[in-house]
């Protein structure tokens, strides 16, 4: 497993990654470099993962030329996708995406994780392949499955825009989703308006019976009477 499994973007990125992690330029990372910059980004480095470096390591020097690391990178991204990818399928789903993440205690909604997983899947097929992973992840000093999927949960608090939010909402639940939840809402707000708008037709009553000169200032004073009115009977 190696060059021959990542495509030329994932290679792209990848050869960025060692020229970071090649802190004295010689062309070849050390495993000290390689520690060095996990630890640099908060990423604990395990022991499978030590091993996997050594093993890469086919010339026994003690580094890794970019062979060596893509080789690495390639093994560490195909044990990620393979523990997503729980019914083996070759494939990751958002169901599978969606479970993935419960591991690590996130709470992501089903449109959440199906939004997130549109960002890797480029063929638009509904479905991440190993070649999607690894363009998509091709960034981290070694990617394991927390670093990985860490990553991916921050597109969480990201905000996709509204069109791109509207597109997914239709997509996956017709056109029925763009107004789910506005029944509850309508129910919950109806007495705070019913009660808001009893009161200022009341008022306009009371005013008009006082012989009173209507104006926009009395308009304003019944309306904000009302709101205060509304507010301490629907909330007290």
Known sequence: ?????????????????FNGIDEDKSG???IN?????CRELSMTVTTEELHDFICSDSSGDGELNFEEFCCFYSTRLKKVFDEIDTDRSGEIDWKELQRAFITLGYKATDREVRSLLTRVDT???EQIDFKEFCNY??????PSTRAVLERWASGLSIDTGTFDALKVIAKN???????????????????????????????????????MEPSV?????????????AQTVYYS
């Open 1 to 17: 497993m190696g060059v021959d499994l990542l495509g030329l973007e994932a290679l792209d990125r990848l050869q960025d990654v």
């Open 28 to 30: 070849f990372i050390s």
């Open 33 to 37: 470099e390689f520690t060095k910059a």
């Open 123 to 125: 063929d638009k097929n």
């Open 137 to 142: 992840f091709c960034s981290l000093p070694s």
């Open 173 to 211: 639940d017709k056109m029925s989703g763009l107004y789910r939840g506005i029944g509850p809402t309508i129910a919950s707000i109806a007495p705070f308006v019913a009660i808001q708008q009893v009161t200022y037709d009341l008022l306009k009553y009371k005013a008009g019976n006082m012989s």
């Open 217 to 229: 200032l009395l308009f304003v004073g019944c309306g904000s009477a009302a709101g205060v009115a």
